[in-house]
């Protein structure tokens, strides 16, 4: 995240946008008012040119949203892709959270710190995939726990150090029962300082190779393929997926729907396709940062519309293309032309190209799913 000025008020804000980045950027205040008219930046389709051609120069001209926040986050500057969240700083894909840093895919959680996908934590440090969990640290896969250090896969367990696959387990060291005087005294050999914490760490490491791994975290799920799957049925190379049907390559989506190639957000969506961040919306195709919109593909932060393709920043729009309203019939005229081009250069269905992506290689989640060299990044453009 980035500090630079509003374009519109000029009042400093932290945004997603480089400061050198050729982008217009409003502060939220700014870009969700009426002071500005989205319709403005529109042009007639040019059937003459290349449709992403078109679309790069509106994406340019066209102000975008500092971050991409919802609800109220207060005391929350520093959080992108966030609803509903009260002094927190650093976290990401998150929502209803209170007092918490430096983490990602939480959500109803309290006073925690580095965290990757939780939910309802409390008072938790370096927790991975945590559920209704107090006072646990550096553990991995616990759900119905309070202290909890340095475990993997425990359920409903209470003071337990470095365990593995226990189940209503209290007062456990290294997987062997103590009474609680004696595991008082054990844990405070490796608690209190960075040096025995990291002794404690590799020594769980090495003791945990001795144990038995789940080929997989699956839940509540049938015929379904992945990790981190819950409540699901029929879905395939996801991850990070709660509450979804008839899906295929998809990431962190909730309450998705017959879709495939989906990134983030979900929640009520159906027939979505190459999307990233796309919420309460059916049939869209290649599009990202939209929000109850249906029948749109190829389009940028939209909200509340329909029928849209290569649009940037409408709500309650419809029959539009580049920004710029049509007729239904010329509407379907331009759409289908459009779809025929991609369609003969086999790109319809895919999502947009990199090079239309406001955000540099390093910028984003790329370098950590598909990791390049530097050289690599800048010869890929």
Known sequence: MYKRNCDFCNKPIITIYHPDSPYIVYCVDCY?????????????????????????????????????????????????????????????????????????????????????????????????????????????????????????????????????????????FFNQPLSKEDWDKRVKEFLGSSISVSKALNKFEQSSLSFPRRANNIHKSVDCIGDYISESKNVKNCFEAVHCENCQNGFFVRLLKDSMDDIGFGYNSELLLSCVAVGYSSRIIGSSELKDVQDTCYSFSLNSSQECIGCNGLKNAENCVLNKQYSQEEYQKIKNHIIEELKQKDLYGLGLPSLLSPWAYNETMAQEIFPLTKEQAIEQG
Request: glycine residues 6%.
């Open 32 to 172: 969700r008012s009426d002071k500005w008219d989205p319709y403005s930046y529109g042009k007639n389709y040019n059937f003459n040119r290349l449709f992403f051609d078109q679309f790069k120069e509106l994406l340019f001209r066209v102000p975008k949203e500092a971050v991409n926040n919802s609800g109220v986050n207060s005391n929350s500057d520093y959080v992108n892709h966030a609803h509903n969240n009260s002094n927190c700083y650093l976290i990401f894909n998150s929502g209803d959270n209170e007092d918490c840093s430096y983490s990602s895919g939480i959500r109803k959680c309290r006073n925690v710190t580095d965290i990757h996908y939780g939910e309802n934590l409390e008072l938790c440090y370096e927790i991975v995939n945590g559920v209704n969990c107090s006072r646990c640290f550096y553990s991995k896969n616990i759900f119905d726990c309070v202290d909890v250090y340095f475990s993997m896969d425990l359920r409903g367990c209470q003071n337990c150090f470095g365990c593995c696959n226990l189940t209503r387990k209290n007062y456990y």
